[in-house]
């Protein structure tokens, strides 16, 4: 499984993007997926998670009310929308992808990860 995170850029705080998280493979739509970020200087962190069907997701207390994640298997495409941004959610995102496990917010839960895009959040 290939995964191809996109949708970062530069936005002001109080806006909105998109993150998109194309992956290749028939097996994606067995798979539970999770975003993830990683700011300058701190460790990678769990933002979102959601399972095989999109039934169940899970989100970071940080994120909790402003950040949504969803998925389109036919698409093979999962997605974190993500509103009321805050210079705080400046990061690299991942998108990661896994037969489910049992969690969903390890990053030893994914063996298959993306290569990240960048979200810088101006405040």
């Known amino acids: 499984v290939q995964l191809q995170a996109s949708g970062g850029g530069l936005v002001q705080a109080g806006g909105s993007l998109r993150l998109s998280c194309a992956a290749s493979?028939?097996?994606?739509?067995?798979?539970?997926v999770g975003w993830f970020r990683q700011a300058p200087g701190k460790e990678r962190e769990f933002v979102a998670g959601i399972s095989w069907n999109g039934g169940r997701t899970f989100h970071s207390d940080s994120v909790t009310g402003r950040f949504t994640i969803s998925r389109d298997n036919a698409k093979n495409t999962v997605y974190l929308q993500m509103n009321y941004l805050k210079s705080e959610d400046t990061a690299v995102y991942y998108c990661?992808?896994?037969?489910?496990?049992?969690?969903?917010?390890?990053?030893?839960?994914?063996?298959?990860w993306g290569q990240g895009t960048l979200v810088t959040v101006s405040s």
């Open positions: 990661a992808a896994d037969f489910w496990r049992g969690g969903y917010s390890l990053n030893r839960d994914y063996e298959y």
């Open positions: 493979g028939r097996t994606f739509r067995n798979l539970a």
